[in-house]
């Protein structure tokens, strides 16, 4: 089976300061792992996905993640945090053999002037 | 480019009424999704379909029914309208590949009282 968890519902940070949202997946089989932001009162939009080969991945809006299979983690980072980055963020997992999406519960990026 | 579209954006229903989500998709992707999104527990999948005349439950399926009878459109249908539906609706859509995102609509909130 596999899962996505991602620790700390809300964080907040000041502009200009590391963004920093973790996510950790339980997977049985290698996964496909993504990375979702949503504005508000909007859709999901892709911010950035691992699928194979190099496991720091970049992404729009100055973001990036690193896929770190001994520690089943794919966290989501940005050095310098801008005002327009608060939303909501979500994980997902996708393995070979699901037809579907597995998402975290999300976290709430908060930017403070 | 419309992409996935979702209608209404926005619905009121009394308990006990009857309604039909709309999803359409323009891309030709096989699989698609109903999902909904409540405060604090992310994206729950309620049904799925990995092609015409294909349906198949998820996570969370009771009060929910659906249909696929082309590639193109994938609705959802609340038969009687319970409190417990209040939610926002996405609608997603994904290709046959597992290493490949899921293009979602803007999302339905509706409200049942």
């Known amino acids: 089976a596999q899962s996505v968890t991602q620790l700390g519902s809300h964080v907040s940070v000041s502009e200009g300061a590391l963004v920093l949202l973790r996510c950790n997946y339980s997977?049985?089989?290698?996964?496909?792992l993504f990375w979702y932001v949503q504005y508000p009162n909007q859709g999901l939009q892709l911010l950035l996905k691992?699928?194979?080969?190099?496991?720091l991945v970049k992404g729009i809006n100055g973001f990036e993640a690193e896929f770190k299979k001994s520690e089943t983690s794919f966290h989501l980072t940005k050095p310098s945090a801008h005002m327009s980055d608060a939303a909501e963020y979500f994980c997902?997992?996708?393995?070979?053999?699901?037809?579907?999406?597995?998402f975290g519960t999300g976290t709430r990026l908060t930017v403070i002037p | 480019n419309a992409g996935v579209t979702q209608t209404p954006k926005f619905q009121v229903l009394k308990t006990g009424q009857s309604m039909t989500l709309q999803c359409a998709q323009d891309?030709?992707?096989?699989?698609m999704s109903w999902y909904r999104q409540d405060p604090g527990m992310g994206l729950r999948l309620i049904h799925y379909?990995?092609?015409?005349?294909?349906?198949d439950q998820g996570e969370v399926p009771n009060g929910y029914n659906v249909s696929r009878s082309t590639t193109e459109d994938f609705p959802l249908r609340l038969l009687s309208a319970a409190p417990s539906q209040t939610s926002v609706y996405f609608c997603?859509?994904?290709?046959?590949?597992?290493?490949?995102?899921?293009?979602f609509g803007q999302g339905t909130r509706l409200t049942v009282v």
């Open positions: 379909s990995v092609g015409a005349g294909i349906t």
């Open positions: 891309m030709n992707h096989e699989y």
């Open positions: 997603a859509s994904r290709d046959g590949q597992m290493n490949t995102e899921a293009f």
């Open positions: 997902a997992v996708s393995v070979t053999g699901a037809n579907n999406l597995f």
């Open positions: 997977s049985s089989v290698p996964p496909y």
């Open positions: 691992y699928t194979t080969g190099a496991t």
